[in-house]
C-alpha cells in the first residue's frame, strides 16, 4: 500500500460536473437525517427530494437521476416505499444507492436489507461494521455506531461487491471504496465529523448525486462523493471550536470548496 495519489481518479472534475447538472435525487433517508441531508445536497450543488411514500415512491424515482436508500429509521410504510423506488429505478436503468443502518442489530432489519439487496443496489455505502455484517462475517457494531475498524472491513468490502456486482465504499477513519477489482483509500476530513449526527447519511446521498451524474461510471463517482466530503471536512475542521461551529462551516465549505481544492485536499490513494 502506498500513498501516493491515483493520478487517474479526477474528483475535482467530478465536482465541477455534477455542480453543472445539478442532478435530482430522490433519497428514502431516515427522520433524523432528512434536514441535514437536503442541505447537504443544496450546499454541494445537487436537488434533493425527500420522496418516500408508497403511493408515489416507485413514480418518482423514473423521474429522478438516481435514488437513495437509507433504512435508519425503516418502517413499514418506509420500506414498502424504498421497495417500490427501487424496482422502479432498475427498470427505468436508474442508478439507486443502499446505506444499510444498524442491519444487524434486528430480525426486522435484517430481513429488510435482504430483500433490498436482491434488488442489486449500484453502490452500498456503510460504516466498516455494516459492511462487515452485510458480507456474512462477524462485526462489533453497537447500533448505528462502528465497532471495527475500516482496514478490518477491507476483505469483506471487497467480498461483498464481488458478490453483488457493485460498488462498496467503507467510510471511516480511512475511506475504502472498492468495485471487486479496484481500490482504493480516501484521505481526509476531520475528527469532528462523526460528531454530528446524520453527515455519514448525507454522504450517501451525495454518492447519490455524483452517479447521477456519471451513471456509468459508478466506482468513480462514489470516489469523487467521498473526495468532497473529505476535501470539505478538512477545511471545515481547521478552525472549527466544536461540533456545533464544524457543522455550520462543513456546510460553508461544501458550497465554497472549489474542483481544485478537492483535488489538493483530499487525497485518493491506491489500497
Known amino acids: 500500500m502506498t500513498d501516493e495519489p491515483v493520478k487517474t ?19 428514502i433517508t431516515n427522520f433524523v437525517a432528512m434536514n441535514i441531508s437536503a442541505n447537504v445536497m443544496l450546499a454541494a450543488g445537487a436537488s ?3 420522496v418516500h411514500c408508497p403511493e408515489e415512491a416507485g413514480e418518482f424515482a423514473t423521474i429522478a437521476a438516481a435514488l437513495t436508500v437509507n433504512i435508519g429509521t425503516i418502517s413499514p410504510d418506509f420500506f414498502d416505499g424504498m421497495k417500490m423506488a427501487a424496482t422502479a429505478a432498475n427498470a427505468a436503468g436508474k442508478p439507486w444507492v443502499l446505506d444499510p443502518v444498524a442491519h444487524f442489530a434486528t430480525a426486522y432489519r435484517r430481513a429488510a436489507v435482504a430483500e433490498l439487496l436482491a434488488l442489486k443496489p449500484t453502490v452500498i455505502r456503510g460504516n466498516a461494521s455494516e459492511i462487515i455484517s452485510l458480507a456474512g462475517e462477524h462485526a462489533m457494531g453497537q447500533g448505528v455506531d462502528s ?18 456486482g457493485c460498488v462498496v465504499a467503507v467510510t471511516g477513519e480511512r475511506d475504502f471504496v ?13 475528527k469532528m465529523m462523526p460528531r454530528v449526527t446524520a453527515l455519514g447519511c448525507s454522504l450517501t446521498c451525495i454518492v447519490g448525486a455524483y452517479v447521477a451524474t456519471v451513471p456509468d461510471e459508478p466506482f468513480e463517482a462514489t470516489v469523487g462523493a467521498l473526495a468532497l466530503f473529505a476535501a470539505a471536512g478538512d477545511l471545515a475542521g481547521r478552525d472549527a471550536f466544536g461540533p456545533g461551529s464544524f457543522a455550520v462551516r462543513f456546510l460553508d ?4 470548496v472549489t474542483p481544485d481544492a478537492v483535488d489538493a485536499v483530499a487525497r485518493v490513494v491506491p489500497a
Not at 481500490?183 to 476531520?190: C, F, K, P, Y
Not at 465549505?253 to 465554497?256: G, K, N, T
Open 9 to 27: 481518479l479526477k474528483p475535482g472534475a467530478l465536482l465541477a460536473a455534477m455542480r453543472q447538472k445539478n442532478p435530482l435525487v430522490q433519497n
Open 48 to 50: 434533493p427530494a425527500m
Open 253 to 256: 465549505f461544501l458550497a465554497d
Open 178 to 190: 472498492t468495485d471487486g477489482d479496484r481500490a482504493v483509500h480516501v484521505l481526509g476530513g476531520s
Open 147 to 164: 465497532g471495527d475498524s475500516v482496514a478490518s472491513a477491507e476483505a469483506a468490502a471487497r467480498a461483498l461487491a464481488i458478490r453483488q
